[in-house]
């Protein structure tokens, strides 16, 4: 075991960039052989209140307008903007940020319609999804006193893997989910290497622990990866009035 203690530390001083350095240090045996100093973390400034976006983020939706999406077809989206949200409009298409990301870390509010149907049940109620890289689904629903299939209901990953929980507040309230990608890396000949893994916290609770993305979203049959570079958020038209709010995403 005390070996591998010393391997491993070792490894980290490797990954530092400095194998002479780290086996130097290690002969000394002293409390200063197992400090790393270079490189340091990069210093950012975090947001005054929780949830707002940090001083390295990238705003994609501030309230006010439509500047950084499109819709799927390229023209001007027709959602609703209001109040500083904006809402799904039944036909309007789905839509997308105007620039790709490769891993990121991002931020989204969303709330479900406040009148509910009885009628509408299961996937019927406040269905809106986000698609990380235009592929890969982090299902949003309205899952308060309303069952569906697990790997179909909120912060899932749509149609693979179940959320740890249920964490959904009533309708029209606002939720946040804090979403944490991966991207998947591919060799020359275009294999995946490596799939996408994605962590999600809903309502500040952990809902997927970096879990291991099969491959994009289908709704009928199996996922399966083809080789890309990077992809768009895109946010689902699934026909009900559900809204967004205060966007942003940092690039890691």
Known sequence: MQKANQ???AL???SAGNLAYAQEQQSKKTPESTEIWEPQPRVITPAEKVGDAPSDATVLFDGKSFD?????????????LKDGAMTVAAGAKDIKTKKEFGDFQLHVEWRSPAEVDPKQTGQGRGNS???LQERYEVQVLDNYNNKTYANGQASSIYKQH?????ACR???EWQVYEIFFTAPRFNSEGRVISPAYVTVTHNGI????????????EYIGLPVYKAYEKGPI?????????SFRNIWIREL
């Open 7 to 9: 391997l491993l530390i």
């Open 12 to 14: 980290a001083f490797i």
């Open 68 to 80: 950084n999406w499109v819709t799927i077809d390229g023209t001007a989206p027709k959602w609703t």
């Open 129 to 131: 999804g986000i698609f």
């Open 162 to 166: 179940i959320p740890l929980i249920n």
């Open 170 to 172: 009533k309708p029209g």
């Open 206 to 217: 952990l809902s997927l622990n970096h879990v291991a993305v099969w491959g994009p979203t």
């Open 234 to 242: 895109r946010l689902q038209d699934h026909g009900n009035a559900v």
